[in-house]
């Protein structure tokens, strides 16, 4: 318990030193300090990673302190730490190092250097609080903490206020999720007395709770992934949170903060087991986002935003998989795609790198030439995503495919297309990118290079695991252990038990093969489309404003931030201003003052009375003693 | 002396007094009412005061308690500084305005 | 003997700064106002030595009508006398940065207002509670008034006499309730009010009674149009003294004197309040995103947070209370946090008109990144003080009605695009010629953020302790509440 704490805290640890004394630092030691606490964390959890794989290491599980606790009502601040957080924790540290250090030479340039990594380091510290709470408040640090450190790093380059827009985007979206994880936590509390991950688990077979209320709670907490996986309909932060740095995007927005909402639904699988609609809901919100995102990134220009809609595509995959029962499967795909999409982003990184700020593949071309390293790790990677034998994204796709096959062939043919799709533009992208002849301008070709080691080490790293890292997934088929559903087996046991249906290898081997058959080919086919089009016949894609028809809507992503800037956004920004102006200045206030008025006005009135002429006076007093004595008189 | 004042109510009846004192209070009441002139309003008050004395005397007699006479004094020692008070303030309104008529007499109004 | 020593030591001080004339006077203030936190401190050992129950002090004062020198301190009344005791010289030190007019006279008002304050919070019968209520309103009112920093003077008298007027008539209903109930019981004393049998029917009016000028002070929606006016006119340590401190005697007296003195009264009308809170909560926040003035968007959001704490208390609730009391405290520490860099950015660019501002995080660093952490905390981020209260408050709300929680929830939301907007504008972006030459915190104004940081995480990161000393007052509320 002791090295977990250190785990955490040490990035803590890094930001605070780079927060406070980092100005006063050499780069080289903010970046070393930075980096370093990352790599001492990456040890110390692949002690842990080890002692789980050979079994020394049992499930941690405690409470440090009370955090919020009074009369009967308890929340602990807590930990836990069993197979399915170490994933994450060798994901979140290991990937997480090697962008830190990737980040040392691509920043090196900013004045903002040691701001960069404090940010950097307090992200590693909230994702590893989000995946080592032990109860869902203790993940909602985490989960509202990486959508801050987000937020601090989109808007990285502050002056420009489009990124602070998008920076903003991110967070408010990420609000609107977690509003719906808050409140779903408020009926875990409310119907479970806890929020403590085990608690709830054993209390499931205890206590009685409505089927409608696990639905509830589930399809609440799934909101909350939506926004922080950037699902449909609340994905449209993610492409414009592009806007920061390409290491944030290859750290935040594909390898670690944008699966929390799988890790989240797979920590608590055993709602979700509870709930088969919610499930539904998932994989087909899962699937539509894949598909959706994945044509979007088909016309997208920009290098990152490609990237973006493939990851928002990819992220829709592993839902596909969580809401279809294969929790190992989406847990799978969560792994190796944060190290090929890391790798993809890193090498775009090194691309924008050599042409200073250019990110448009347009004005790219042949870069193949002065940066082979990039290159070649971008294409392994690229291959990998697109699902190509035997690289990684092959068989965590794979296992996708053959999940939501046995569980329902629309799924699957939807998967399955996206895919394509994926494999398409993905080589689109290499093809415009590092082939053909180079299209900027002389300025830039004369300053193309291969970017320095420390921004090539990490993507050789992340490309050879974006090579082998699928193998520790192999398929049945192929008679070998797969070693990650073992690894999983103790988190995930009450899934397998689930039934047949959510173990999706139970597959016979000849259909398996036959699925495995069909992703390749049409990975194979989109490739060679791809090749034709942007290779033998050196297309290019169309200026801005010359699409047209289905094209130019796709290229301006179905217009859907147009579609909520009407139907959100302005009508709050237009209700605010009545509000303000009508309601409460006009109405609200408009009464208080009429009452203020209202006196003024009855003074002025009675005022009148006294016209300060004495006989007036006189008579009045007369009459009044004469009323007076006649209404006593009267009465009695 | 109780004989007399007695064999005097005999002769004068109580209601007699009653009737002049209210005589005296409504030509008291009317003067303040319709004159113009402070000082003849003023008078009218003394008027209307003095009515009163005479009934308590009246009726201080009539019921043998010499409590109401004490009163009567009372009554005139007050009336005699309000006198003194209100017709200094009147001297020197007139000495300001040159006037004692009510109706000019507005300016506190503001 | 500690609580009188506690309360007459700022009356005290008041005299003394008054005396000591306008060079000396902040200091004296301001030593007055340590001197009083160091009391508190005392208090606080000694509540806890004392078991947490309450400490009390009792004097016969006018024996017809019978009224008490009666003062009572349990876990709610110190929590909101710390919470004085700790902002006063906090704000007294903001105001040091820059000479003030006749300081005496401000100085001594502003310790005068801390007097007023503990009264409200530490009196324990309702006629002393009503007379420090009103007698708090005062020095408040000339600070505004005549330290206003805003250059249409008409305005401002208009906005702060409309203020004077309207707390006032709020506070006469519950003169009358208050003589009501005495003519029942015979006593103003909390003790025997809680324990008072007033009919179904009696209790409704003095509900109302009670509410309206309680509901004026806090202020709930639609007794709030006071408010945005009267922040931005009044200097900013007004300000922060009202928004920090003054709301919250109303909040606190909702806990005190409304829940246990006419529970069946609260009873029939929680529906109303709690529309009328949810209402006022996301009403604020809706305005605040449109809002160019910097303090208006504060005053605004402030108003949306008070929504929620006052809904959290009619909750009737465990989880609304506690969640209420935290609030309380934090709403507090962020508000004034947000208010000081208010006053700093109009000191440095004489304008709190958000769209002209911009770029001030290149110009001067660690403000920006103050300013962003007290932002955080005031949108409730986790491990700050607001999100322990804004949690327990919403999920006090969840437990008396789903819908309602979701709806005041929206706050987390519209928080964020508030407040995140107004940093953006102020904040980032290109300088301009007005913020260009914007100099960064210097020791002082860094030294007042320091302590609000601290405070807010050490409520956000480690709050049990402090509930747990609150937790048998609010049991005992409770418990009269629902009789």
Redo the contacts between chains.
């Keep these: 318990m002791n090295y977990l704490l250190v785990i955490i805290l040490l990035p803590l640890f890094g930001f605070l030193i780079n927060a406070f004394i980092g100005k006063k630092l050499p780069k080289t030691i903010s970046g070393i300090i930075g980096s370093g606490t990352i790599l001492v964390s990456f040890v110390l959890s692949s002690v842990f990673f080890l002692g789980f794989l050979n079994g020394t290491q049992q499930k941690i599980d405690v409470d440090v302190y009370d955090w919020i606790a009074f009369g009967d009502f308890k929340i602990t601040f807590g930990l836990l730490l069993d197979q399915l957080s170490v994933m994450w924790l060798m994901v979140i540290t290991g990937v997480g190092f090697l962008i830190h250090v990737y980040s040392m030479g691509y920043m090196h340039e900013d004045e903002k250097f040691h701001n960069f990594f404090s940010y950097l380091n307090l992200f590693i510290f909230f994702m590893l609080l989000l995946v080592l709470g032990n109860n869902f408040l203790v993940t909602f640090i985490g989960w509202e903490g990486v959508g801050l450190c987000s937020y601090l790093l989109i808007g990285f380059w502050f002056k420009n206020q489009d990124y602070n827009n998008a920076a903003k985007k991110a967070f408010v979206m990420n609000r609107i999720g977690d509003l719906g994880f808050l409140i779903g936590m408020f009926l875990l509390l409310y119907n479970f007395h806890s929020l403590h991950f085990g608690t709830i688990q054993t209390a499931l077979g205890t206590i009685q709770v409505s089927h409608a209320t696990i639905v509830a709670i589930t399809m609440l907490l799934f909101v909350g992934a939506m926004g922080k996986s950037a699902q449909l309909p609340l994905y449209t932060w993610l492409p414009d949170a592009m806007a920061g740095p390409t290491p944030v995007s290859a750290l935040i927005h594909a390898a670690t903060m944008v699966t929390a909402g799988i890790y989240m639904i797979a920590r608590a699988h055993f709602l979700y087991l509870l709930a088969p609609e919610t499930m539904q809901f998932i994989a087909v919100i899962g699937a539509a986002t894949a598909l959706f995102a994945a044509t979007i990134g088909v016309f997208q220009n920009d290098i990152k935003k490609v990237l973006a809609y493939s990851t928002v595509s990819q992220l829709g995959l592993m839902f596909m998989a969580l809401g279809i029962g294969a929790f190992t499967s989406g847990v799978f795909h969560v792994v190796t795609h944060a190290f090929f999409k890391a790798c993809l982003f890193l090498g775009s990184g090194s691309v924008i790198h050599a042409l200073h700020g250019e990110q448009d593949i347009r004005k790219m071309g042949g870069l193949r030439k002065w940066m082979p390293i990039t290159f070649i790790t971008f294409l392994l990677s690229s291959l990998a995503i697109s699902g190509i034998f035997p690289f990684a994204g092959f068989f965590s796709k794979d296992e996708i495919l053959a999940a939501a096959y046995e569980h329902n062939k629309v799924l699957w043919a939807v998967a399955s297309f996206a895919s394509f799709l994926t494999a398409f533009y993905m080589f689109r992208l290499v093809f415009l990118t590092f082939t053909g002849d180079f299209r900027g301008t002389e300025e830039q070709k004369h300053h193309l290079h291969e970017s320095p080691s420390v921004i090539t080490f990490p993507l050789i790293v992340l490309a050879l695991l974006a090579v082998v890292g699928g193998f520790m997934g192999l398929p049945e088929v192929f008679h070998a252990k797969h070693f990650l559903k073992e690894f999983l087996n103790p988190v995930f046991a009450q899934a397998t038990q689930a039934g047949g249906e959510m173990g999706a290898h139970e597959t016979n081997s000849s259909i398996e093969i036959m699925l495995m058959s069909i992703a390749s080919i049409l990975a194979v086919v989109a490739i060679a489309i791809a090749y034709v089009m942007y290779v033998s016949r050196k297309r290019i894609p169309a200026k801005d404003g010359e699409q047209y028809g289905i094209g130019k809507i796709i290229y301006n992503k179905y217009y859907v931030d147009e579609i909520y800037n009407a139907l959100v956004v302005k009508p709050i920004l237009v209700l605010s201003e009545l509000a303000h102006d009508v309601l409460d200045r006009t109405f609200v206030d408009g009464i208080v003052n009429w009452s203020g008025k209202f006196s003024l006005m009855a003074g002025a009135q009675v005022r009148k009375i006294q016209n300060g002429s004495i006989g007036f006076y006189l008579l009045f007093m007369v009459v009044s003693i004469v009323a007076i004595f006649a209404f006593v008189f009267l009465k009695n | 002396m109780m004989n007399v004042m007695l064999s005097i109510f005999s002769v004068v009846p109580i209601q007699y007094y009653i009737f002049i004192s209210a005589v005296l209070f409504c030509i008291g ?1 009317l003067g ?2 319709f004159r ?1 002139n ?1 000082i003849i ?1 003023f008078m009218s008050v003394e008027l209307m005061l003095n009515s009163v004395n005479l009934l308590l005397v009246a009726f201080s007699a009539y019921h043998n308690d010499a409590s109401g006479q004490v009163f009567v004094f009372f009554v005139m020692a007050v009336a005699a500084a309000e006198v003194a008070v209100g017709l200094s303030i009147l001297v020197t309104i007139y000495r300001n305005v040159h006037s004692v008529d ?2 000019e ?6 | 003997m500690l609580l009188l020593l506690t309360l007459f030591l700022p009356l005290v001080f008041a005299l003394l700064t008054y005396l000591s004339g306008n060079r000396f006077a902040k200091y004296i203030a301001l030593l007055g106002g340590l001197v009083v936190f160091t009391c508190c401190s005392f208090l606080k050992l000694a509540l806890v030595h004392n078991n947490l129950a309450p400490l009390v002090f009792v004097h016969d004062w006018i024996s017809n009508p019978h009224i008490s020198f009666a003062l009572n301190i349990d876990g709610l009344s110190l929590t909101l006398v710390a919470l004085t005791a700790f902002l006063v010289p906090l704000i007294i030190f903001t105001t040091f940065r820059k000479e003030i007019e006749n300081a005496k006279a401000f100085y001594s008002l502003v310790m005068l207002m801390e007097f007023g304050l503990l009264g409200v919070f530490m009196a324990s019968d309702g006629f002393l509670f009503y007379i420090f209520w009103e007698l708090a309103l005062i020095p408040i009112y000339f600070i505004a008034l005549l330290w206003g920093e805003n250059k249409d003077a008409a305005f401002r008298h208009r906005a702060i006499f409309k203020f004077f007027v309207y707390t006032l008539a709020g506070s006469l209903f519950m003169l009358l309730a208050f003589i009501y109930v005495y003519q029942i019981a015979g006593s103003f004393s909390a003790s025997t009010l809680y324990s008072l049998n007033l009919t179904d029917k009696e209790q409704s009016v003095l509900f109302w009674a009670f509410f309206l000028a309680f509901a004026i002070k806090i202020p709930v929606f639609p007794f709030h149009t006071w408010q945005p006016d009267t922040y931005k006119e009044s200097p900013s340590a007004g300000t922060m003294l009202l928004a920090g401190i003054m709301l919250k005697m109303g909040l606190y007296a909702l806990l005190r004197w409304l829940l246990p003195v006419v529970p069946h009264g609260v009873m029939l009308w929680t529906p109303v309040v709690m529309v009328l809170a949810v209402i006022g909560v996301i009403y604020g926040s809706v305005i605040a995103i449109k809002q160019d003035d910097l303090k208006k968007l504060l005053a605004y959001s402030s108003f949306a947070h008070v929504g929620l704490i006052t809904a959290g208390i009619f909750t009737l609730t465990h989880e609304g209370f506690q969640g209420a009391v935290v609030q309380m405290f934090a709403h507090g520490f962020n508000v004034v946090g947000l208010f000081f860099a208010a006053e700093i950015i109009f000191q440095r660019t004489g304008t709190l008109s958000i769209s002209q501002l911009g770029g001030i995080r290149t110009v001067a660093p660690k403000f920006a990144t103050c300013f962003m952490i007290v932002v955080l905390a005031s949108v409730a981020l986790p491990t700050t003080n607001a999100f322990i209260g804004e949690f327990l408050l919403l999920y006090g709300l969840y437990e008396y009605n789903t819908w309602l929680s979701v709806i005041a929830g929206l706050t987390i939301i519209l928080g964020a695009v508030y407040m995140l907007r107004m940093y953006q504008n102020v904040m980032l972006g290109e300088t301009n010629s007005l913020t260009a030459n914007f100099e960064d915190l210097n020791w002082k104004e860094l030294t007042v953020f320091v302590f609000l940081i601290i405070g807010i995480f050490e409520i956000g990161l480690v709050p049990s302790q402090f509930m747990n000393m609150v937790q048998p007052s609010l049991d005992l509320i409770l418990n009269y509440s629902l009789r």
Excluded at chain 2, 105 to 110: C, I, M, R
């Design positions: 009441v303040v009412l113009r402070a309003i009510i109706d007499l507005k300016s506190l109004k503001h």
